[in-house]
């Protein structure tokens, strides 16, 4: 079957770094995909990777290995405002979207 | 830009009701979504759409309906509610189905008792 990995709760410290870790097995791959998504709020894009290496966007970088299955989210510089939760997903070979169930950040002063 | 608009944003149902989730999008994106979202799991496709006209199930099809009668609107329908059915409908588009990322709708909140 087809499976996405993320830890479920995380604590950082404002102005800390913090890396989320996701974890993905599924039929075929076309895109891997990280959107936050605030309490009560509808999921908002963050980053795109389809090949091995790192993206970065200010703050927040997103990186991909195809090889290990494996991705993960860097935060840096953290704000109040970064907590919420962050969702990994894969767009599988028929090109549909398979969704971990996100890793809730929440980070202290 | 109003993006995507979903109706109503929350409703109380009682089981065996019948309900129809709304939503429109002024992007011109071809494809489109309904997912549910439910605590401690990821979401999960209900039904889908690649271009008007056309419709696909998800994974969780049963007991929902779609349609797709033109490019801006896809309404979800539950004929027959129930309790199980409770959860937060997110109504998505994308340019494409093998393109670009999702923009979501602000969710529906559903209670089915």
């Known amino acids: 079957g087809q499976n996405i990995d993320q830890p479920t709760e995380m604590t950082a410290t404002e102005g800390a770094i913090v890396q989320i870790n996701c974890t993905y097995q599924?039929?075929?791959?076309?895109?891997l995909f990280w959107y936050q998504q605030h309490a009560g709020e509808a999921p908002t894009f963050l980053s795109y990777?389809?090949l091995d290496g790192l993206e970065e966007k200010g703050r927040f970088s997103s990186f991909l290995s195809r090889s290990k299955g494996y991705s993960y989210l860097l935060l840096k510089e953290l704000q109040m405002k970064d907590s919420a939760s962050y969702l990994c997903?894969?767009?599988?070979?028929?090109?549909?979207?398979?969704w971990g169930a996100g890793t809730k950040l929440i980070i202290k002063p | 830009t109003a993006g995507i608009t979903q109706a109503p944003t929350s409703q109380i149902l009682a089981a065996g009701r019948s309900m129809t989730l709304r939503c429109t999008q002024d992007m011109r994106h071809n494809a489109m979504y309904w997912y549910r979202q439910d605590l401690g799991l990821g979401l999960r496709l209900i039904h889908y759409s690649n271009t008007a006209g056309t419709t696909g199930k998800g994974e969780v099809p049963d007991g929902y309906s779609v349609s797709r009668a033109n490019t801006d609107d896809f309404p979800l329908t539950l004929a027959s509610a129930v309790p199980s059915q409770t959860s937060v409908y997110f109504c998505?588009?994308?340019?494409?189905?093998?393109?670009?990322?999702?923009?979501f709708g602000e969710g529906s909140r559903l209670t089915v008792l």
């Open positions: 990777n389809v």
């Open positions: 998505a588009s994308s340019g494409g189905a093998s393109t670009g990322e999702l923009f």
């Open positions: 599924t039929s075929g791959f076309n895109g």
């Open positions: 997903a894969v767009k599988d070979s028929n090109y549909q979207l398979i």
